[in-house]
Nanobody, 126 residues
Framework: QEQLVESGGGLVQAGGSLRLSCAAS????????MGWFRQAPGKDVSFVAA??????????SESVKGRFTISRDNAQNTVTVYLQMNSVKPEDTAIYYC?????????????????WGQGVQVTVSS
């Protein structure tokens, strides 16, 4: 049974740092693009960052570019995806979701992501 489990969320002051982790197991995620998305209160889910499954190319939303870094560790049975969040701002407050695409590369389509974690809360205080 496939499973994506996020961890590392919490409360952080503006300007601080936080690192989210996502442990993905149950199927072969190694060759699949992985992404982080977030949902702020009263808003739709939005793209944060993605990392491709083979060449490890990365993409970021404009709002986090230069502050957040996505990376991945492809172990044999479990893929771990990280989101290093630096210089956080109050507007980064949201539930953050890890997701796996059905494709190797990120094509910019939310619908490509067919496996999702339960989400982790990140709250940035001003």
């Amino acid at each position: 049974q496939e499973q994506l489990v996020e961890s590392g969320g919490g409360l952080v002051q503006a300007g601080g740092s936080l690192r989210l982790s996502c442990a993905a197991s149950g199927r072969t995620f190694r060759d699949l693009a992985m992404g982080w998305f977030r949902q702020a209160p009263g808003k739709d889910v939005s793209f944060v960052a993605a990392i491709d499954g083979r060449d490890l190319g990365t993409k970021y939303s404009e709002s986090v570019k230069g502050r957040f870094t996505i990376s991945r560790d492809n172990a044999q049975n479990t893929v771990t995806v990280y989101l290093q969040m630096n210089s956080v701002k109050p507007e980064d407050t949201a539930i953050y979701y890890c997701a796996a695409s059905q494709f190797t590369y990120y094509y910019g389509n939310l619908a490509d992501f067919n496996s999702w974690g339960q989400g982790v809360q990140v709250t940035v205080s001003s």
